[in-house]
């Protein structure tokens, strides 16, 4: 009788700031990132607004510790500029649409919407009761989750729909990181909780993962980014977790800078197969 081992792995995740012609030195700040990844050596990384197809080559062949890539093509580069890479064999790649907010209307946003569509890239550890959940969400850029602001249902909504995304992987682990667009604070943040029963590895940190200077003047940082855990039981430890990219770097071009508008996400943790049928 052949029984999965318990499996340790460690993930990583950045919302990279990798919009077209917004981005401050993508190419340079790429490159570093890559180096510092490979410095990192976690098992996975996540990787939110890959949104050209140059920065995605860039990430290949910077990251040769990772041969394995998830993604799924569209124009201008991978859809919802959602891309993982793994040190291990991935399968079953998907990626799910967001319903997208009827306000926005407008034909600046109906373009937008085309170019960085929202949703989630699933794709699974080949050989192991484990999928890897990249997303991204919708933005809010008034700083409001109140349920009086316009955008407040379609963050519900959007959190809904991952939610019993998250429910169709039956006799797998789960773990979902990416840009939520959402702070701890909001009650959107807790209505995923409920919804989705999935564990906050960063539950205790209240560190913002938006550089503040990044943000308009007298606009609070909040902490927007997440790594989770489903199901949330006992069968899984968590090891370690960390901040990533806090402080700025100097690039090749000599420029001082931060590798993201973002602080990355780091965590590991540890899987107990066999007992995940009795959460089931």
Known sequence: MNEEK????????LNTLGIPFLSPYPVDRY?????????????????????????????????????YVAYERALPGPQGGLVTLSRHPLEKVQFTPFTYPKQMKHALLYASKLIHKKGALVAKIQGKALLICNTHLIPNRQGNWSRENKLYQAHEKQLEELSNLIAQAAQNYVVVSGDFNIPKSS????????????????AADDTPTF?????????KAQRIDY?????????????AS????????????????????HIGLMAEFELFPGSLDLVQ
């Open 187 to 202: 009650d959107l943040y807790t209505h995923f909780l409920d919804i989705s029963h999935a564990k906050d590895i960063f």
């Open 31 to 67: 490159i570093a990132l890559c180096q510092a990844f490979e410095r990192l050596r976690v098992d996975i990384i996540n990787l939110q607004e890959v949104h050209t197809y140059n920065l995605f080559h860039l990430l290949k062949k910077n990251l040769p510790s990772y041969p």
């Open 227 to 239: 790594i989770f855990l489903y199901p949330e039981v006992a069968t899984i430890s968590i090891h």
């Open 6 to 13: 318990n499996s340790t792995f460690s993930i990583a995740s």
């Open 242 to 261: 960390s901040l990533l990219f806090q402080n700025k770097v100097t690039l090749r071009n000599g420029k001082t800078a931060y590798l993201s508008d």
């Open 211 to 219: 550089h503040a200077e990044f943000l308009p003047s007298g606009k």
